[in-house]
């Protein structure tokens, strides 16, 4: 799935949110990009480089926040996961970033600051790939599809973005995909 406009997509912008893909890794390790929206000029993506799960913040193309998990995502089923925890207080503040793999977590970080508006005007949120002008200088803007399999993403603000074992259990995705049908 591709090329998503901004308005066509949940905002995250402002608000504590998650992420939570379930992704199928080959042999060779995961490699290449879950999710991303946005664009080299503002946005944010959830990939796999070098075989660990990774978040990048672009903010407005000025500044790149990173956060890498400490070990590789194993070979096989996995549920990877980003937390944000928005910092309140007004627009564009930053947050906390927590990455989970199965319910663990496996890396943490910070963002000072976010775009409180727009990512991008003509780049939109791709699935599997990122398919316009990258979001992070990690992978170009070609040959960076994920090497697995994505079965699925969830982004969910405020308190649904919020779980106890950090994880999206099988009844809720169900009951998320029956319902849109």
């Known amino acids: 799935m591709g090329r998503l406009s901004e308005n ?5 912008k402002n608000r504590s949110h998650s992420v939570t893909a379930e992704i199928e890794v080959p042999l060779a390790g995961a490699e290449g990009v879950i999710i991303a ?27 790149h926040f990173f956060v890498e998990s400490s070990g590789s995502i194993p ?7 980003m937390e944000f925890a928005y910092a309140g207080g007004g627009l564009g503040k930053g947050g906390q970033v927590s990455l989970y793999v199965d319910g663990q977590k496996v890396g943490e970080g910070s963002v000072a600051m976010t775009l409180a508006m727009v990512f991008s005007a003509d780049d939109g949120c791709d699935v599997g790939e990122d398919s316009g002008a990258p979001v992070s200088p990690d992978y170009g803007p070609r040959g960076n599809a994920f090497n697995g399999r994505v079965k699925g993403v969830q982004i969910a603000i405020a308190d649904a973005a919020e779980t106890a074992d950090h994880r999206v259990s099988p009844e809720d995705a169900l009951r998320v995909a029956m319902g849109r049908q």
């Open 8 to 12: 066509c997509v949940i905002s995250i």
């Open 37 to 63: 929206q946005g664009a080299n000029i503002g946005g944010w993506s959830l990939y796999a480089k070098d075989g660990k799960l990774k978040y990048c913040y672009n903010l407005g193309g000025v500044k």
């Open 75 to 81: 070979t096989g089923e996995h549920q990877v996961r």
